[in-house]
């Protein structure tokens, strides 16, 4: 099973800062199936990226996806007041597995 | 634009079965896609279950499998969840969600329903 780790657990930024958010595979992701989600409170999670940097219909372009591998990057270029929410990374070439997730709060 | 819809008992008796249904509408389970289920203890992250396509194949979560049953009615336009001899620790809100193909991302989500299991 591949596991992923994400990092910061917290990250705490204020409206029009940048973030960036890691997750990291504990082997390589094939073919780079690796989504991000990104999930409100008491709301089912939305995807955001798929094939690591490929915006889901209707994404805002400010949030971008790279990485090949086992490491993998959703940046945010400017927080909007809507983007402060958990983000889960999802490997989907073997079996399907998430990683843990990152808070992004207001700071 | 596809659309899920969780039913099921909200509350389950420890060691007994717990059953979900997914209603689709907006899309024909016939026509193709993957149907699956995903859960989340409160204040946790999400666990994969399984799924399944509308022929019946199935895959599931290899931690779960002896547990899990996903099935199909094509006829009622729906898929079902049964996970046996539950705990506490299966205590979670339970996603059904669609992928377009086996090595695809979860693009469609119910909105969820919590499953408490107690005594």
């Known amino acids: 099973e591949i596991v992923l780790t994400q990092s910061p657990g917290t990250l705490s930024l204020s409206p029009g800062e940048r973030a960036t958010l890691s997750c990291r595979a504990s082997q390589s992701v094939s073919s780079s199936y690796l989504a991000w989600y990104q999930q409100k409170p008491g709301q089912a999670p939305r995807l955001l990226i798929y094939?690591?940097?490929s915006r889901a219909t209707g994404i805002p372009d400010r949030f971008s996806g790279s990485g090949s591998g086992t490491d993998f990057t959703l940046t945010i270029s400017r927080l909007e007041p809507e983007d402060f929410a958990v983000y889960y990374c999802q490997q989907y070439g073997s079996s399907l597995t998430f990683g843990p997730g990152t808070k992004v709060d207001i700071k | 634009q596809v659309q899920l819809q969780e039913s099921g008992p909200g509350l389950v008796k420890p060691s007994e079965t717990l059953s979900l249904t997914c209603a689709v509408s907006?899309?024909?389970?016939?026509?193709?896609?993957?149907w699956g289920w995903i859960r989340q203890p409160p204040g946790k992250g999400l666990e994969w279950i399984g799924s399944?396509?509308?022929?019946?194949?199935?895959y599931y979560n290899p931690s779960l499998k002896s547990r899990v049953t996903i099935s199909v009615d094509t006829s009622k336009n729906q898929f079902s969840l049964k996970l046996s001899s539950v705990t506490a620790a299966d205590t979670a809100v339970y996603y059904c969600?669609?992928?377009?193909?086996?090595?695809?991302?979860?693009?469609?989500w119910g909105q969820g329903t919590l499953v408490t299991v107690s005594s």
């Open positions: 969600a669609s992928r377009l193909w086996i090595a695809a991302p979860n693009d469609y």
């Open positions: 399944i396509y509308h022929s019946g194949s199935t």
């Open positions: 907006g899309y024909s389970i016939s026509s193709g896609y993957y």
């Open positions: 094939g690591a940097s």
